[in-house]
């Protein structure tokens, strides 16, 4: 090639490379080697065909440790721009968490038939929205998953690189019916840039979004979803110039907006490798929205090579050495049960026992040897308090709508042992009806009326404020015609 088209062409190249978050400032980075599997690994890393329409064009690859039983989580892990699902797999850690805690992963791939880079499409509105593209590929490959491995509906989770961090964010607003939980590392915002040409001021900095307005795309990627919303880490280097650290606050104010909790941290604390953990909770006092803040790292996943509990991946292109990220993340999911050689047997006989609007009951057969009980609801623990006898009920739940259980017997040391099946419950009642838009468009669609210049929600009369498009609320429909400000949560808060 002669030398000033060579050098048009790489200049082509770097352009792409800048709008869609590829590379370092420098150049491109060339895809890094196809990773072998870590020592540790007991199951299978392979493709799976089949698993849909496909309308995405992606690839399905999934890790299945060795007897692993029905009814175990499921994550979802995006690879970054130029790596493939094999690099992912080999530096991430994911397989290692996946032996130890025993969940399964899938691992999507795209190619560069969709993207010049390999990157998934964070920024195309045609590709990451609910039922469209990438994104209903990716949902596809969770009901694969469910089939072939008899995966836990109510504990799925997707994390992702970079481009596969926007697009995880897009699949938790899109889908947060199909995923309990996530993590966006060094991405970005859900539905920040609906085309590619906006992508690039996305990376580059602040939107100038409130956080209202940042959880208002969230809200509007699946219109009338009451919750519950997915929980969410978030990780970003201070010293990341691809994508600014400016989106790590984007990103806590989106889903600290989403699950109406406010952007005041519940604490903070010094992790390894120059973090910082920052914590918002939900109103039971479970962190529903984590930031981890890594001083100093560039852009990249966080990653800590070694055979220590909390170590995990290799280092290489954008796989960097400070902490492991995989390790943190699994244990905010909940998925870090302790794995013991001398644990406690599982309760038998867990069975729910009634449901009411707001509650479940359950009850289980006693284990020898246990003082107390664990209780886990959709994988995360529910009460702090320890439970004592052989019966539990839940509390503060959401009419109409499914949960998970297990339940775990604890020795006198503080020993938790192996948990329960999952057994499904679904509280009675309808799930409320919610409708997150502005004023205008609240008594446009008949929920509200106007007068004198101010909105009022119809049937409660609950002054809303300014009669225009720029104050946004969310309204609870309690009865037929009769709406409610819901903007805490929905449902509406009370008492």
């Not at 397989?95 to 992963?105: M, N, T």
């Not at 947060?176 to 966006?184: K, L, R």
């Not at 309808?430 to 205008?440: D, E, G, L, Q």
Request: proline share 6%; aromatic share 10%.
């Amino acid at each position: 090639m002669p030398e000033p088209v060579r050098t048009r062409v790489l200049a082509l190249l770097l352009a792409v490379v800048a709008v869609l978050g590829l590379a370092t400032a420098a150049t491109p980075a060339a895809a890094s080697p196809a990773a072998a599997p870590a020592a540790a690994d007991s199951g299978t890393f392979q493709q799976v065909t089949g698993f849909g329409s496909n309308p995405g064009n992606l690839a399905m690859y999934s890790y299945l440790p060795a007897g692993l039983p029905a009814g175990a989580p499921l994550v979802v892990a995006l690879h970054g721009c130029t790596q493939t699902a094999s690099d992912y797999y080999g530096g991430s850690g994911w397989p290692k968490f996946a032996d130890a805690y025993r969940f399964a992963v899938v691992l999507p791939q795209t190619s560069s038939a969709n993207n010049p880079l390999s990157c998934f499409s964070w920024f195309d509105s045609g590709k990451d929205t609910r039922g469209n593209g990438e994104a209903a590929s990716v949902v596809q490959m969770v009901e694969k998953a469910e089939a072939l491995y008899g995966s836990d509906p109510h504990r799925v989770f997707v994390t992702g690189l970079s481009a596969g961090g926007g697009l995880a964010a897009d699949l938790l607003a899109d889908y947060p019916d199909v995923f309990a939980g996530g993590a966006v590392d060094s991405g970005l915002p859900a539905q920040c840039a609906t085309t590619q040409g906006a992508a690039s001021g996305c990376q580059s900095g602040s939107q100038n979004l409130t956080p209202a307005q940042w959880g208002d795309k969230v809200r509007n990627s699946d219109p009338g979803y009451a919750g519950p919303w997915p929980r969410v880490a978030i990780w970003q280097g201070t010293a990341d110039y691809t994508v600014q650290a400016v989106n790590g606050t984007e990103l806590r104010d989106q889903w600290t907006d989403a699950r109406g909790i406010g952007q005041t941290p519940s604490g903070s604390q010094s992790l390894p490798g120059g973090t910082t953990l920052t914590t918002y909770d939900d109103a039971t006092g479970a962190p529903a929205v984590e930031l981890y803040s890594v001083s100093g790292m560039g852009h990249g996943l966080a990653v800590h090579p070694g055979s220590g509990p909390d170590q995990c991946g290799t280092t290489g292109a954008y796989f960097l050495d400070t902490i492991c990220s995989s390790y943190y993340t699994a244990q905010f999911w909940g998925l870090a049960a302790p794995v013991t050689g001398g644990g406690l047997p599982a309760p038998a006989g867990l069975a729910v026992t009634g449901t009411t609007a707001g509650s479940v009951s359950l009850s289980w057969t006693a284990v020898a040897g246990a003082v107390s009980y664990d209780v886990y609801r959709n994988g995360v623990r529910v009460d702090s308090a320890a439970v004592t006898g052989t019966a539990y009920t839940d509390t503060g739940l959401a009419a109409g709508t499914s949960y998970g259980y297990t339940v775990a017997a604890v020795d006198s040391s503080g020993t938790e042992g192996a948990r329960s099946a999952v057994v499904d419950a679904t509280t009675t009642g309808a799930a409320p009806s919610c409708y997150t838009a502005n004023n205008y468009q609240q008594t446009a669609a008949g929920r509200a009326h106007q007068s004198g210049g101010y909105t009022y929600a119809d049937g409660s009369d609950q002054n809303m404020g300014l009669w225009n498009v720029f104050t946004t609320h969310t309204l609870e429909e309690t009865s037929p015609g009769y709406y409610v400000i819901a903007d805490a949560g929905c449902p509406a808060a009370t008492g």
